[in-house]
């Protein structure tokens, strides 16, 4: 089973925003879900992102994949970085 970090769709049409959740790759977009880790907001001015960073660092370190958007996301706060200095030097 392979677990994906990615986006799903709410709103009414062309007022969309989205919930970021970890859920089954085979899963639809908008189907069911294994947890909500945040929320992107792209019609606020600027947008505005919300992550649990507990709960992504850990599903990162169980080896969920992000989407490109979330990995994106999740470079700019700074969740691949504490998941980097959570794991450690590692094969030295």
């Known amino acids: 089973m392979s677990?994906?970090?990615?986006?799903?769709?709410?709103?009414?049409?062309?007022?969309?925003?989205?919930?970021?959740?970890?859920?089954n790759s085979r899963s639809p977009r908008n189907g069911k879900f294994i947890e909500k880790i945040g929320f992107y907001n792209p019609n606020t001015n600027p947008y505005t992102i919300s992550i649990n960073v507990d709960k992504?660092?850990?599903?990162?370190?169980?080896?969920?994949?992000?989407?490109?958007?979330?990995?994106?996301?999740?470079?700019?706060?700074?969740?691949?970085y504490k998941k980097y200095l959570l794991s450690g030097v590692t094969g030295v």
């Not at 709103?11 to 919930?19: I, L, Q, S």
């Not at 992504?56 to 691949?80: D, H, M, R």
């Open 56 to 80: 992504a660092v850990n599903w990162l370190i169980k080896g969920a994949q992000p989407t490109c958007t979330v990995k994106s996301f999740f470079l700019k706060e700074g969740i691949y």
């Open 3 to 23: 677990i994906k970090i990615r986006l799903q769709r709410k709103g009414r049409k062309k007022k969309a925003f989205y919930t970021i959740v970890v859920s």
